[in-house]
């Protein structure tokens, strides 16, 4: 190894960048799962979500919440999730309150300024439940959304696009060739998943289906628990009423999901595991054509040495000394490159980090003792499977004949 520093190096490389690479892997899964649990908690921890859904077919229940996603994206519409829904899901006993939520986009106008926006439409109780404050003004009431007020309440950046520096408040915007009155302006809050809540504008859910879209159905439900202990029982309740509701006998026939938290962790939990698993499988690959590299070393190795083979078996060495002795070079290379990768594998998480949080996202630096042992681990595995041949072949040669070759 120190006579060929450059071929040891050149061996080493390939473990260095599958060892760094398990390393990040398993930082930057932390990073993420930490940044979405950050984002999904924004909502609340005390909550159960009610969203639409297409029913189930006969497939498995993971290929029919595919299709039910695809199709939705592709426009199919469930109407079936309304008002009374809402109503009647809060009378539960460990129920405290809850919304009901519709999305659209539109034109939003002031004066010369116009914006493609986001219109969200919510229930008055949405302030009261969500993590959203208001920065200047108020949110609606409950008789405002009831009696379909023409009022709105601006995210912190669709103030700023439309009225610049100038306030907000008592003004009108025109939205679907109509005023509505500014009453509010949100704090800022920043991206939540792919959504940036500080473009949008929200209106009491009535005026937004009535005035706007001519619809009476809602996308998803929140209500907010009185103890989270029972998140499961109360969901299941919830189910109850609305098979009820919606005349459906057969749970596999749902038109809806009812998700608690814990369950949308266990999911968020689920994706990660599955990611860090395929991600790991491809660096194997890698890996792989680092062993390969080391097996081909050990090989040239092998055959540069016959003569110090030959002469070791001479003087008493055994078929297992042999053995060893290359076995122990070739998982020696392994675990320098492997913790070598490992080191770097911090030094590029640090980055990522670093680089993450300058562009305002709360990502942590933190290297899973997981990853280490695993990324050790993989080398040491490697190490023993591609030069167990190389060892086993130096092993087996004839003294006699390796002298007489030297």
């Not at 077919?57 to 469930?78: C, L, P, Y």
């Not at 879209?213 to 209500?223: A, D, K, P, Q, S």
């Not at 990660?272 to 698993?277: G, R, S, Y």
Request: hydrophobic share 45%; net charge negative.
């Amino acid at each position: 190894m120190s006579a060929n520093k450059l071929r040891t190096a050149l061996t080493v490389l390939g473990i260095v960048i599958g060892s760094a690479s398990v390393v990040v892997v398993y930082s930057a899964g932390e990073g993420i799962r930490g940044l979405l649990l950050k984002q999904i908690s924004s909502f609340g921890t005390d909550i159960i979500q009610t969203e639409i859904k297409i029913p189930a077919n006969k497939r498995s229940t993971a290929e029919s919440e595919q299709n039910s996603g695809s199709g939705i994206a592709q426009g199919v519409q469930i109407t079936t999730l309304r008002h009374e829904d809402l109503e009647d899901i809060s009378k539960l006993k460990n129920i405290t309150g809850g919304y009901g939520a519709i999305l659209t986009q539109d034109k939003a106008s002031y004066g010369s300024e116009m914006r493609r926006a986001f219109l969200i439409g919510v229930s008055a109780d949405y302030i009261e439940i969500d993590s959203t404050e208001i920065a200047v003004g108020r949110f609606f009431s409950e008789e405002e959304d009831k009696s379909l007020a023409q009022v709105v309440i601006l995210g912190s950046k669709m103030a700023e696009k439309l009225f610049g520096d100038s306030e907000a408040i008592g003004k009108y915007i025109v939205l679907h060739k109509s005023k509505y009155q500014v009453i509010g302006v949100m704090e800022e809050k920043g991206r939540v998943m792919t959504m940036d809540f500080d473009e949008y504008i929200y209106l009491p859910v009535r005026t937004l289906q009535k005035k706007i879209m001519g619809i009476e159905h809602f996308l998803y439900t929140v209500h907010q628990l009185a103890d989270p202990s029972r998140a499961a029982d109360t969901a299941e309740e919830a189910r109850t009423i609305l098979r009820d509701n919606h005349d459906i006998t057969d749970p596999d026939k749902d038109d809806f999901r009812v998700t608690t938290m814990e369950e949308m962790l266990e999911t968020l939990d689920t994706i990660m595991n599955a990611l860090t698993i395929l991600l790991l499988s491809i660096i194997a690959i890698s890996l792989v054509v680092g062993g390969v590299g080391i097996l081909n070393v050990m090989y040239v190795s092998v055959s540069e040495r016959v003569g110090e083979i030959g002469l070791r078996k001479a003087v008493g060495a055994n078929y297992s000394a042999i053995k060893q002795q290359f076995l122990v070079e070739s998982v020696l290379v392994t675990l320098i490159g492997g913790v070598a990768g490992v080191l770097v594998g911090i030094l590029i998480s640090w980055v990522l980090a670093w680089g993450a949080g300058s562009f305002g996202l709360e990502w942590r630096f933190v290297v899973p003792l997981e990853g280490v042992i695993v990324s050790l681990l993989f080398s040491f595995l490697f190490g023993v499977l591609f030069g167990l041949g190389p060892a086993t072949k130096a092993a087996r040669l004839d003294p006699i004949e390796a002298m007489r070759k030297e």
